[in-house]
């Protein structure tokens, strides 16, 4: 039986494989790289260019950050500047518009009135100039956006939060829905909650072309802070409100739409004082319970902060999780669930520097068009002279959720290959001992090799080899046992190409 998975996680992978990149980077919100800074990655997504934006806070958090790279990681603009009369404090969540260009959903405090409006900015593609910002909210209250989505008649709508002063002088929270047209002026503004504290940190379209909206209530539900999903018509008019929770906390941060018109909810619970799990329900348009699955780590806190659907229907889910060697750090989590009853299909911890000593994040993710992951978050460095330094964080993953060749590869992955694909396969794959690998040599290669790792990351064989155009290369895997193993292709020091073969005699 472990073999016929792994076969079938190959079958999912191998089309993919070959042409996918990784990378795994750290970036500054100001373009001097003050490592002693605070920058932060709230969402990332892929453009339709093939490269990558992520958007974040920095310069302790009183400048917004939003970054475009290449499919590498090499930034080609950076955009982390104050403009009129506003200063920007948080760009939470990004979406392209129709004509290709950026819409960020974000929070922007008045320097005149003191309270804080949530925004919309509009950013050009190729500079990362500001073509227009839209602020919503009153004078009175501030105002947060926290998830945006473009709407079927090409406007936006966002959830976010709405703080104001009761008429006792208490502060309380509602969740803040807004509605605008194409060029973010307010089409219409609505407020949901209790006589405590709502926010709504994700939202979705739905079917019947409402909202569901994600998020927290300490009004509702059992007591503490429960996960609060809401559910609106298309003018957002209430349906129906629903609370998921114990006596202990209960935070809802992310919704996904599934293919099957049901919805991932993700966040945290509490499963006591202590011990905190990361949290997925699957729910029906009506808000009913599907499944549940609750996952804790050898220490005492895991959670999840981003969901998406793959083309094959997995669950990807981002997050964080307690070191399994130092309780008071913490890795980057990535799990890939079956979406039918939510049972791991695989899991990866990742850590860009000193485990021990950083703190690693995911608060964003995206699926890639080569079938990868993109996942963008936050380090911070305990090791600092003065303090911990923050660095936003982006890592790129194949779709086996390698950010490089095992973690442990001889060679680094190469950042500059063209576009041209290089013609590599190996056959017959699945393989009974014995492969031929069919591959045309770069022109002015002198050292060529393929590599042949198990799963914990152990090479097996190396094959070294020379030759110029098309080459055949019998290779022989008969001393191989079962199961899949990674093939790396290296042309003097540089991968060239990474692939599986399967192994079963």
Not at 187 to 203: C, D, H, L, R, V
Not at 225 to 233: L, N
Not at 474 to 487: A, E, H, K, P, T
Request: glycine letters at 10%; proline letters at 2%.
């Amino acid at each position: 039986m472990k073999f016929i998975i792994l076969f079938f996680l190959f079958i999912l992978c191998s089309s993919r494989l070959l042409g996918q990149y990784v990378f795994e980077k750290q970036f500054y919100s100001s373009t001097n790289n003050s490592e002693n800074e605070f920058s932060r990655a709230n969402a990332v997504i892929q453009t339709s260019d093939s490269n990558f934006l992520f958007v974040g806070t920095g310069a302790n958090t009183s400048k917004m950050s939003a970054i475009k790279s290449d499919k590498y990681g090499n930034i080609i603009w950076q955009y982390s500047e104050d403009f009129n009369d506003y200063n920007i404090h948080y760009f939470n969540d990004i979406i392209e518009s129709n004509d290709n260009n950026f819409i960020i959903g974000a929070t922007v405090a008045d320097s005149i009135v003191g309270f804080s409006n949530a925004g919309i900015l509009k950013l050009d593609k190729n500079t990362g100039d500001t073509i227009w910002l839209k602020t919503y909210g009153i004078n009175t209250s501030s105002e947060y956006c926290y998830s945006i989505k473009k709407t079927t008649n090409n406007g936006y709508v966002f959830s976010g939060v709405r703080y104001s002063i009761d008429s006792l002088n208490v502060m309380q929270s509602d969740v803040y829905l807004v509605k605008t047209d194409s060029l973010g002026n307010l089409e219409w503004e609505k407020t949901f909650g209790g006589a405590k504290y709502e926010w709504g940190q994700s939202i979705e379209l739905t079917d019947d072309g409402g909202y569901m909206i994600l998020g927290i209530t300490t009004t509702f539900g059992a007591g503490g802070v429960d996960m609060y999903c809401i559910k609106t018509d298309s003018v957002g008019n209430l349906l129906w409100e629903k609370t998921f929770g114990s006596y202990w906390d209960d935070y809802g941060l992310s919704i996904c739409k599934l293919q099957d018109g049901n919805f991932a909810l993700v966040g945290n619970t509490h499963l006591n004082s202590t011990k905190i799990a990361a949290n997925i329900i699957k729910i029906n348009p009506e808000g009913e319970i599907i499944w549940q699955k609750k996952f804790v780590g050898n220490y005492d806190a895991q959670e999840f902060t981003g969901v998406k659907q793959s083309t094959n229907g997995e669950l990807v889910l981002c997050g964080n999780s307690q070191s399994d060697t130092v309780k008071s750090s913490y890795y980057g989590l990535v799990k890939l669930l079956n979406e039918n009853d939510g049972s791991v299909i695989w899991e990866r911890q990742y850590s860009y520097i000193d485990k021990d000593s950083t703190d690693h994040y995911f608060y964003g993710m995206d699926l890639c068009n080569d079938g990868g992951f993109v996942f963008a978050g936050m380090t911070r460095n305990w090791n600092q002279g003065e303090g911990p330094g923050n660095a936003m964080w982006v890592v790129k993953t194949d779709c086996m959720g390698n950010d490089s060749i095992w973690g442990n590869a001889a060679c680094p992955i190469k950042t500059d290959t063209p576009d041209t694909p290089i013609l590599f396969n190996l056959y017959p794959n699945p393989s009974t001992g014995a492969v031929t690998l069919d591959y045309f040599v770069p022109q002015n290669s002198q050292n060529q090799s393929i590599s042949f790792y198990d799963a914990t990351g152990k090479l097996v064989q190396k094959v070294d080899f020379t030759g110029e155009g098309q080459i055949q290369l019998n290779i022989d895997c008969s001393g191989f046992s079962n199961g899949v193993y990674q093939c790396v292709l290296v042309s003097d020091g540089e991968v060239l190409q990474q692939g599986k073969l399967v192994v079963i005699k």
